[in-house]
């Protein structure tokens, strides 16, 4: 839950902050509407490969490695945020990664779901998928309210032409916050214990108790 938290808001922030940065940084609003563009087709093409690393690398790692990915390009992008087209390229890069988690996430709950009624004894698939939704409702308010919060303390005033100060804090607030809730987020996945291994077996040992109980009825 929390890993997904930190990551949704991450990109609510995005939304609501990068037409200021194009606006005020980059002195180019048109642009705007070219990176949301071309960040969400990269997306599409990130979740389709998820099939293929899920073969290699654990869930887990996928999930993680998407989050660092991304936090590590919004880094980049703060650095050369002064040309709008390297910024898109590197946000592409980023969104590609985004997308492995926003893919895999299903399939953890899966697995969370499985390894708590193995634990238990009781299902709980409607609980444990709800997060999903738990996590967007939450984001929702938690990053309208940082964005707006944080444009007031940079000092940001609508119709007022921005200072220096408030460009960089601009740049800042765009780039730096969502990259530190992206490393948050694959921190989170890092405690993540469920081993894949044993998920076969934890199956298995279900599918025999579900069927002992429609005999036992």
Known sequence: LLAEIARVITIFMIMALFPFFFKYVVGDPTKASTFFG?????????ATIVPFLAKKISKRNIYAAGMLLFAAMMFAMFVFSDNPTFVIMLACVGYFGYSWGDTINTAILTDISDYTEYKTGASC???????????????????????????????YKAGVEPTAEVVAGLKNLSMFLPAALLVISAVCMFLYNI???????????????????????
Do not use: D
């Open 125 to 155: 698939r409607a609980v444990v998928f709800s997060v999903y939704q738990l996590a967007v409702k939450i984001s929702a308010v938690v990053s309208s309210s940082i964005s707006a919060f944080g444009l007031q303390l940079i000092g």
């Open 38 to 46: 071309v960040t969400y087709i990269l997306a599409f093409f990130g």
């Open 195 to 217: 081993s894949e291994k044993q998920m076969p077996e934890i199956r298995e040992a279900l599918a025999q108790r579900r069927a002992s109980a429609e005999i036992a009825e």
